[in-house]
């Protein structure tokens, strides 16, 4: 078959060796080409290994020293080179939560209205505005988040929750003073700007994929507009949503300057939101340079390896659950 | 495909062009104190001005970041408010120089709606505010030391560094001299467990926090509160007088220490003697390495610090800063020959 | 009763209905805000000298960052340089020659770097590249990104490469080009437009980052010459700006704030309006 394909002149410069030749030296090129393309892909896979070895065996000191207790230890006391991991770890869930909280029903709504409601044209154009906001670099949400967030919840934002909502008996505790205007509350706003625009693409084009004949069976049915998409278009989407909520999530524990700009960099553990508190990426960034001493820079890696492990845990969640509903469809 | 070709090389021209412009330029890379970082910057500036082939970059990360960065070996000499500790140096694989270069204060500073004026700190006051024990600023331990001063009752926002700071250190160090309550609980050192309090990033941090948050109150450098209009406090020195940090203060602080300063320069001067001392003095230093090979970079870090000793010393006053004890200088200028 | 009911679910609707598309524009015009005060504060900072000369004196007014400028530019062409080929020829294998099981495992390490928080990259790069030679260095920092790069330009790649229609691969088989030839010169030609984008947003991507940038290019207040010394960029002049005291200092951070935003936002607009006339626009 490829003895025929010598009649077209793909090779020019080809001296005249005969088709067999010509032949073996197709494949041959093909499995350069193969092999090039190979070692690039693998060089992805031994770079992404490194790092994560690296990362091992540079906080060999500190896990040597502090094993487990590392994640129960309150304590982060460089002086007396007492590390725990504690207050970091609560600290980057409490602000991704909070910014989940306010990032979900806003982002979930919005990409109803975007995937539901609005005209195609009205949509695609929304759409694309909320996806440059996910390309504006989070030092200028650090930037915005000390000159307007900042005084906003120390001014309006803090004193309100404590007025109302702090004095609800259960969620009170969240609400107390002292208010800096720096701490979770404020980090979690921010982080809820910058992960608001993934939760909006990523459902709205979840929401696009549910069939036609779904929202057309409850409209005829009687359903109005809202019901049919809250009872019955959102469930059937309900994993690939899932799927934009981890993802959000992931993209929220990793962020740095923005949290660090923002949350007052005190490592300790407090029910209020309006408290300032610390995370494991801004605690990284702020003493990493400066870390004295072997078990202290192996202690702020090891810090780095819980963070990688937690992000690629629910990064993996994500993608399971978004390909899930754009392959099979969510059954209720 | 051509414009991207002359992009490209208009910026590889522009990253090369500045090193082709001098064909013997030393540059030197250091990191360190954020306590002098204003004269530093000056005295950089000025030198290179002068001596256009050498460049010091000076990045200003905290004491503990200049520490840090000089044992792994990333700079060629590092700042830091707090002498290295005995154990410090022996984690270094080479021996390190001690070079004092000024002579400042850290004060309190504070940011209370209504209070422009100086408010007189007792040295149990300020560690009873840093350990979270006086919590509002009407407190009487503040108070009585005010009288006439309107003070609110509102809750005091402490701020104090995120970072490793020397300037923690010269903080730290006083409040241990002043308190025991503190000595045993928290300690001096560059980095500590705070009791209380929102974290800056150095003093310039501190200082961002500072102004923007009502009712706080942090320590920084004498400079930083002059150039940004933040107003401070006096404090009450070990002879019990109030004294506002100033020139003659801190030089009063240092008298002790010029006759007596050990030959590698490391000393505390806080809560020094004397009725004029301004309690919270220190003397900063160049971490310089005894080794450099590099004889272009020797002789530029020893010229600079020759300069420094003499003309330099003439940019301090302007900035705040007081200028090294004359005996201090002339034991300096002989220890350069150390450096090989 | 029924009629209560009824009317019930109907003003439920309106309401919900309405909510929605008070939260998408509410979350658009965030973006307008971010642009309003960036231009309202930045704007009037942006002078001649801010484009053209280095930093002063702490405490003294006046100065620019030009440094930082060339800095940023550096540090994303050498993440171009490192990055772009990488991400271009593994997405090529992934696309065109990848086996089921290996190519799965590529695309599962390529995700799980993409998810890799960007300062715990730069402490993989300070170990990598800033240790061994003891020196902060613009190629440090220029590797982070890189790292940073391969992932989004990897995704890109496949995903242009797969939607080149089979028709142009049947035909340059059928008229006897070898698999390489064909990707050569028919079908990477034919992805051009997509994989040029997706590479100019994964720059673009980069260009805001500042973690990692941190304690690896570290920063210079000086002309950063060649690539083994420590830079300025944008992203960290403007953190180390925005956190300290002074006015001026502010000032110039809104200044550089509205520069890094305006080129990361022209560079997004003219990819996605490119992409979105060629074909399916996905949100990267």
Redesign the interface.
Known sequence: M?T?????A?APSQPSGGARAFVQR??H??E???L???T??????L??S??VY??WV?SHLSRAKFGWLFFWTR??????GDFGAAPFIYGTLITSIVSLVIAV???L??A???A???PRRIS?S?S?????????????Y???G???V??LV?TTIGPLLINTLGHVPAIGKLFR??N???GFLTAGIVLA?MV??FI???SR?VLLTVPRDQREAALALGA????ST?QVVVPWARTGIMGSIFLAL?RA?????AVT?VI???PKIVASLLA?G?TI?AV??????????DLYLSAL?EL?LV??LM??I???LA?ILIVATERGGGHP | MRKTLLVVSLVLGLAVAPSAQSDATVLLNA?GATFPYPIYSKWFDVYHQQHGNIQINYQS?????????L?AGTVDFGASDRPMSDE?LG?AKFKILHFPTVLGAVIPTYNIAGVTGELNFTQKALAGIYLGQITKWNDPEIANANKGVNLPSA?I?VVHR???SGTSYIWTDFLAKASSDWKSKV?A??????PV?????GNEGVSG?IK??PNSIGYIELIYALQNNIPYGKVQNAAGKFVKADLAGVTAAAEKASKEIPDDFRVSITNAPGPASYPISSFTWLLIPAQISDGAKREAIKGFLKWMLNDGQGYNEALSYAKLPKPIVTKELKAISQIQ | MDRARLLW??S??GV??T???V??????S??FL?LG??LWNGGSSLNWDFFTKLPKPVGETGGGMANAIIGSLKLLLLAALMGL??GL??G???A???SKT?AF??RY????????????????A???VVLPVKHFSALAGGVALG?MV??IT?RSTEEFLRSVPGSLREGAMA???????T?ATVILPAASGGILTGML?AL??V?????PL??TAFSNRFWSPGWGQPTASL?VM??TY??APYDDW?RQ??AA?LV??LL??LA??GC?LAL?RGGS?R?V
């Open positions: 490829s025929t394909a010598t009649t077209i793909q197709l494949r090129g093909d350069i080409a193969h090039i393309t190979l690039f892909a693998a060089g992805i896979l770079l992404t490194m790092l690296e990362l540079n304590t982060w006391d460089p002086m007396f029903p806003l982002g709504s919005a109803i209205f975007l539901e409601l609005a695609d929304i694309f505005l909320i996806d440059l906001l996910a390309a504006v670099p989070s030092v200028i650090g930037l915005l000390i000159f307007i900042v005084p120390r003073p002292p800096y205007g720096v700007i608001v625009p909006i693409s990523v084009e109005t507009r809202w019901e809250w992931a524990l990793g962020e740095t300057m700009m007052g960099n005190d300032p610390y990426a990284i960034a702020n003493e990493f340079t400066e870390a004295t001493g890696i780095g963070l990688f992000t690629f629910l990064n993996g993608r | 990191a990360i905290g004491s503990g970041g200049g520490i840090r960065q044992q410090q984690q809750d926002v995120s970072d490793g300690g050192d560059t980095s500590v467990n705070w309090g929102l974290g800056g990033k926090l923007q948050t | 679910r109907k439920l609707n919900m209905l909510l929605t598309g939260s998408a524009f509410a979350v658009v965030v973006l971010i005060y960036l080929p990488v020829l593994a090529v294998y992934l065109e020659f990848g290996f495992v590529i390490t390529t995700d799980l770097l993409n998810g890799v928080p960007s300062i715990v990259i730069g402490i993989f300070y170990s990598l790292m391969i992932p990897v008229l006897g080009a070898s698999k390489w030839k990707i947003l673009a991507r260009a805001g980052e500042t973690a941190l304690f992203p403007i953190y925005a956190i502010h951070a809104w704030g890094l935003l990361v936002l997004n607009l996605r979105s626009a949100s």
